[in-house]
Every structure is written in C-alpha cells, then in structure tokens.
C-alpha cells in the first residue's frame, strides 16, 4: 500500500492526526511549516521537532510521489522541463519558464486529458488520470525547493500544463488553497492563473465562488463550425454559451478574462477572423463585461497534427485588427519549442518522440 501523501491533507487534518498521537497542539504547525515554508524535502531536515516524531512522520506519510525522471533544459536556458513518474507508473510534465526576473511554473493536473483538442499533444495521448491535489501541490514544491537554491522563489503559478484543470475541480482549488495557506508557502490566489477549454458549468462555479485566481479561456475560434472541428467540447458547450458565461463571469467578480488563441496557419489566423472575433468581443464589452484580454500564441508544432503555426507578419496583423476594434490583444512568445515544452506539447516522452 502506498503511503498517503503528505500534500494531500490539510492543515486540519494535520493536527488532528498529530493530535491523536499525542503531540502538542503547536506541532502540527511547526511540521506544516517545516514543509510549506522552509521547504524541508522531509521531515528529517525538520530541526525544531523532536526525532522520533521525524520517524513517526517519515513512516505514515509520503514526502514524494513524483520521482522526476527526465529534465530537459531549452538553448537559451530560460526553460525547463521535467517528466514525473507517478507510482502507478503514469507520467506528468512541469515546466519552469524563468526570464525578467520572473520564475512562472507551469503545472499539470490529469495525466494526459480527456478533451481531446487536436492539435494538442496532451488531447492526443488520451486521459489517464486526474491528479490528487497532493499530486498537483507537489510540482510547486518541487521546483520552489529547486530555485530556492538560486536565491530565487516562484512569482505565478500557471495551470496550463497537461490536463484540463476545471475536469478536475475539486482538487485543483484544494491544491490551490493549500499552496495559499498564510502559514506555508503563502503564494496568493493572484498568482495563479487557471487556463480552461470552456467547461461552462465550471466556469459558473467558478464564478459564484468569486476566488481571486485569474482566469483564461482557451477560445481559438468564433465560429461553432471551426471550433468544434479543433475543439471537440464545443459540440457540448457552443461559443455563444460559452462567451455569455464568460461574461457574467467577469460581470460577478468585475475580474478580466483572457481569451486564448493559437494562431494556426489558413485555419483560423486571418484577418476576417480577428475582425469577426474583435467585434464579438466588442459586443460583449457592451454587454458589462469591459475586461478582456486576447492572447495569441503561433500554434507549437505535435505530431499528432498537421496544421503549422502562423508567420510573424499574419500574428502582428490579427493582433493590429483587434487594437483596430479597441480589443487589447498580446502575442505571447512561443518559449522551450526546442525541448517540447511549449503550450500544448506536453505528453508522455516515449510517445512524443
Ligand atoms: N486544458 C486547458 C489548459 C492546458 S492547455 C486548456 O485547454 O485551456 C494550455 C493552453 O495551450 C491552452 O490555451 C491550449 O489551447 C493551448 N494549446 C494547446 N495546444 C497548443 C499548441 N499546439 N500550440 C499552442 N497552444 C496550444
Ligand atoms: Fe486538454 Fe487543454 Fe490540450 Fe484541450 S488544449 S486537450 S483541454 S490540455
């Protein structure tokens, strides 16, 4: 049986478990802290609790789940990534972007993912399984312990990495919330940022429970023909319904929304589709959303799809069509395509070869 890992549980959990072995009430603080905000590996490093409750700790709980097995660094060195193994032997990957003095961790949470976009190398090898929050927590850890070595600390926490996170909700936000504990690592909900397809019901969820996380939508198209060619989901959850839920969002929280768009050649990068697209966005202004935000990014290239990426010149005209129409839009540089650890290529290595 494996251990039950550390992460999962919460600081509650923690202390009625110290509790029921015992220990003073102020332990359980001092362990979480040790972990949390030292960053101790384990509870060996722990230096202000007492041996034999290190020994207890090490003997009930799991400091790891993920046993890093491939790391690959990109040419200009400002990407990292890295392949776990799980213990039932299924793979994640998390990617480290360090450039202008930010470190934005990238975070996976499914192995694989059951939406199935097709020019998504994480849609192509299929689901495998959602991650606890444990699981999701662990890739933080792992890499604020890494680059805490270089005087460094994580600045945001993107969950864009494999996996749709609003697929596996609950764990995401426990995660979440547990890596905002004031007594551990501390990282406000304002410097994470949630990426999701377009899971309307979630989107509404996520909307009443009005959380400061910052939210982006991966859109790509306009037109319900288009999308539900690249996105299977849209067949569910049309862009209409989509986009009025995405309204109402930013109407309840009065937060922006980012729209996400990968620029993929003839498919959905001309000038008529960013027209279409600003004047949709224009209407949804109008509507009492006035916070919005596109981002383009030149389609990363997968194997398992043949479309190739946009050229500089069409990304800076749709991006000049939208500011024409009062749409801010960025074109976000494509980073590590060396290593495969750009949007939407991640996926097992074997089969990503
Ligand atoms: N499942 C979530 C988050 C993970 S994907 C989502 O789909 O939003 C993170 C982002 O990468 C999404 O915007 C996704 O549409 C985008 N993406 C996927 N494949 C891509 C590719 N080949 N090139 C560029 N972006 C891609
Ligand atoms: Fe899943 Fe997102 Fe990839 Fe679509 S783009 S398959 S939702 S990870």
Known sequence: MEKVLFFDIDLDKLNGTLDSWGEPNFRAKQVWQGIYKKLKATPEEIQNIPKPLRTKLLEEFSFSYLKPEITLSSKDGET??????????????????????????????????????????????????????????????????????????????????????FHNYDATMEAIDRLNHPDGLNLSARRFTISTVGLVPMIKRFTKEKRQINLAVSLHAIDDDLRSTMIPLNKKYPVEQLLNCCRDYVKTTRRRITFEWALINDVNDSIEQANKLGRRLRLFILDGAPLCHVNVIPLNPTQGYGGKATTRERAIAFKSELERLSIPCSIRIRRGIDIKAGCGQLADFVENK
């Open 80 to 165: 990292t990534k890295t392949l776990f193994r799980l213990p039932d032997n299924q793979s994640i990957e998390t990617v480290l972007m360090s450039y202008t003095r930010r470190q934005t961790l990238c975070i996976s949470t499914q192995s694989g993912c059951a939406m199935g976009c097709v020019f998504c190398a994480t849609g192509q090898m299929g689901f495998r399984r959602n991650l606890s929050s444990g699981e999701i927590i662990e890739q933080v850890l792992f890499f604020a312990r890494q680059i805490m070595v270089e005087g460094e600390s994580l600045t945001n926490v993107v969950l864009m990495g494999m996996g749709e996170p």
